[in-house]
């Protein structure tokens, strides 16, 4: 028998992805090449371990002194005005000082808690997610004006122009992830020396960190080839293949999906043939002396039902900051539909709209249960075909694989039936995202939505009644949409609270491939191109009519404000489940019905709201007060004006605002000076009192208890009760009873 060289290649998930479940392109990848022959592959989570990572006691420590050093607080105590361009800065220095010492204490348990049946007790789940979020903003500030967050990583770099992502690639000051990959993944893979790294670069927020690491790659190891793919590079990796110094990060990059790519570009690389015969590849040939970019063309995906078992054996499920393991699990490529105006996804993710079988999807479920255990799911679809809507259900209860799933899922009034959605519940499923986008006809219509309002409900009411949550993805400033278009949208959501329980929310962004880029006079905008954005993939625009863009971001924060009101899981702290993806669907999953988690949110939101003053009330066992020079308030109010969001890149898109600074700096202006303190305690949001509000903290910290000082409060009763209301409902009394939670 004739022994196969090894051939080592490694699969990584660059930061920043979301940190509660896997994602699932490189498992899909390595079942592949494992099962053509190539016996050294593996997949390396880098998100999450540098979540992780960041989120320990020990980096917090090391944070809270780059913190003191690169923004102290020195530098704004003797000031009588800051400016607005320094509010940033004030806000990341004090926030930083103030809670450093409690999120150092905490965090630990509070990632205990998310991994554990712990975070089923909301009053555990709560703190635990707002130490995890502060421990972030600390990690961050060491690299300020950098931001890593569980949804997104920007710097001040511009994402849309090429020279500045690669000169954030070797900032070591604010790029955090130099060190990180020096310290902790660059020994890793220089001592397995693979021949291939391949970087899954799916959101724009992993563009930096990608090429970041495949900089040092190709430092340490030149014989390594380094290539790229995932559904951010298809809408701009052609722009950055082209774009001067990116083949100091690079080798290769691959389009559409990566399976059969990948493949042919490792059977080629390790035979020492030619790339140009590797499809769907854009590469670099060096030869002759110099760097020229050739692009191949595509290459036919892989027939779905070839495709073996993802390979989840590589990924550290104990990191995830959930309780339950969530596996996502791909039933279909593409839309079947594919008509959406503002839509890109038939464009970028390959040719052809292809799935599985039903019957080759549950058998893969159940053999994904009985290898990891795990009855979590995550069934990745664009949209579910009707004929699915059918077939899977009946085949996940035939082999009564007791899982649970959610999943994305057009409306399909024929298919979803109540004796239809009955079903699927009953293999099932329990929670459905649709596509709603607004409650205005005559823009579904531009939308090419091929749906109405009514059907919309129909669907969702039929859901709804089989016991499966609801979400609606909604979108706002679509070209002519006025405001009020945008409110009847918002009044209707609010109408219908007991049938749509979560709504996804976005503006609208121009997409250069997209038909209201390709074509838009059809939809009375004309668009902003700007040449010096290289990368740009998110336009400007303006509109004959309707809301412009600043309207629609405002209007974007008075939906979101209207939610906060009317939809329980959008109230107060319970908009944690809604942020925390897989939150929520477990709780449905462990028997929670969707109405009774939504009167339990209100309630809670409610009991916040209103306030208490239980006598069981008291301060938790870490907080701290900070002196200020400026109200935390104020600032915070400035920063967080849709003028001063849009400089910092849009959550969803990665797009930079042009001249947003200037604008805001113009119209917001800074701050006076008003001295106040700022308190902070364990799981608390930052809450900003007056002196005598901190005095009121001391003499509350040595009684134990609200009920233990209230004797010696005199005629002070009403007062104190009202001042621990607001305490309580910022989460900064807590009450001491023993809890026990449920395993």
Request: aromatic content about 10%; glycine content about 6%; overall charge negative.
């Amino acid at each position: 028998m004739i022994s196969t060289p090894s051939f080592p290649i490694r699969l990584v998930f660059p930061p920043q992805g979301h940190f509660t479940q896997p994602y699932l392109a490189l498992p899909c990848i390595q079942a592949w090449l494992e099962q053509h022959g190539f016996d050294d592959v593996r997949t390396i989570d880098a998100s999450i371990e540098a979540y992780d990572h960041f989120l320990t006691p020990e980096h917090l420590v090391w944070s809270r002194g780059a913190v003191e050093d690169r923004l102290p607080l020195a530098r704004f105590r003797e000031r009588e005005r800051l400016e607005f361009r320094e509010l940033d800065a004030y806000r990341t220095a004090v926030e930083s000082a103030v809670s450093a010492e409690t999120v150092i204490a905490e965090i630990a348990e509070a990632k205990r808690t998310l991994r554990s049946e712990a975070a089923f007790d909301r009053d555990l789940y709560v703190p635990a997610v707002r130490t995890i979020y502060h421990g972030l903003r600390l990690a961050s500030a060491a690299h300020f004006p950098s931001r890593l967050t569980p949804h997104n990583f920007t710097m001040r770099y511009a994402n849309d122009r090429s020279a500045e992502v690669l000169a954030a690639t070797e900032d070591g000051i604010e790029n955090p992830f130099v060190d990180y990959f020096e310290r902790h993944l660059l020994p890793r893979l220089v001592a397995e020396r693979p021949r291939i790294v391949a970087l899954s670069v799916i959101y724009g927020s992993q563009l930096i960190p990608a090429l970041t690491l495949g900089r040092m790659v190709k430092r340490a190891l030149p014989d390594c080839h380094v290539t790229a793919g995932g559904g951010f590079l298809a809408y701009i990796g052609k722009k950055l293949m082209h774009a001067p110094g990116v083949d100091a990060c690079l080798d290769s990059m691959i389009f559409f999906e990566g399976e059969a790519p990948m493949l042919k570009l490792a059977e080629t690389l390790r035979a020492g043939g030619d790339l140009a015969g590797v499809g769907s590849t854009i590469w670099f040939d060096r030869t002759n002396g110099r760097v020229e970019t050739i692009e191949n063309p595509a290459m036919h995906p892989i027939r779905l039902d070839d495709a073996p078992l993802p390979t989840f054996d590589d990924l550290p499920f104990e990191l995830y900051f959930s309780p339950e393991t969530v596996l996502p699990f791909d039933i279909n490529r593409g839309c079947y539909y594919g008509e959406c105006s503002f839509c890109t996804l038939p464009t970028v993710i390959g040719p052809g709209y292809r799935t599985r079988r039903a019957d080759t999807i549950a058998d893969m479920v159940v053999d994904v249960r009985d290898r990891f255990g795990v009855r979590h799911f995550n069934f990745i679809t664009d949209c579910m075909p009707p004929g699915m809507i059918r077939d899977l259900p009946d085949e996940l209860i035939a082999r009564d694989a007791g899982v649970y799933w959610w999943s994305d899922a057009r409306v399909e009034p024929k298919a979803y039936t109540l004796e239809g959605a009955q079903r699927l519940f009953e293999s099932g499923c329990r929670k459905l995202l649709f596509g709603f986008e607004t409650a205005t006809p005559r823009l579904l219509k531009m939308m090419k939505k091929g749906q109405s309002v009514r059907s919309t409900l129909e669907v969702a009411r039929n859901c709804t009644d089989a016991g499966i949550s609801v979400t609606f993805y909604a979108m706002v400033g679509f070209p002519t949409e006025t405001r009020e278009e945008a409110r009847a949208t918002l009044a209707f959501l609010v109408e219908n609270n007991d049938v749509v329980r979560e709504v996804s929310l976005q503006t609208f962004h121009i997409d250069e491939v997209a038909e209201t880029y390709s074509d838009p006079a059809q939809f009375g905008i004309t668009i902003l191109d700007d040449p010096a954005a290289d990368l740009e993939l998110y336009h400007d625009y303006l509109s004959e009519s309707g809301m412009t863009q600043e309207e629609a971001a405002e209007m974007f924060a008075e939906m979101m404000a209207g939610f906060a009101e009317h939809l329980p899981l959008f109230s107060g702290d319970n908009i944690f489940y809604f942020m925390q993806k897989s939150h929520y669907f477990l709780h449905l999953a462990r028997g929670t019905t969707p109405d009774e988690f939504g009167r339990e949110s209100r309630r809670r939101a409610t009991r916040r709201a209103n306030g208490d003053a239980d006598p069981e009330l008291a301060l938790p066992a870490h907080w701290s007060a900070l002196d200020l020079p400026f109200s935390y308030t104020e600032v915070v109010a400035k920063l967080a004006h849709p003028l001063a969001q849009a400089i910092r890149p849009d959550f969803l898109t990665g797009r930079f605002v042009e001249g947003a600074e200037q604008r805001a700096e113009a119209v917001l202006g800074g701050v006076e000076r008003k001295p106040r303190a700022l308190v902070y305690g364990r799981g608390a949001e930052f809450l900003e009192l007056r002196s005598d509000g901190v005095r009121a903290l001391e003499a509350l910290d040595p009684p134990g208890s609200l009920g233990a000082l209230l004797p010696r409060a005199a005629d002070g009763h009403a007062a104190l009760d009202h001042f621990a209301t607001r305490l309580h409902r910022f989460g900064l009394l807590e009450r001491r009873v023993e809890r026990t939670v449920s395993v």
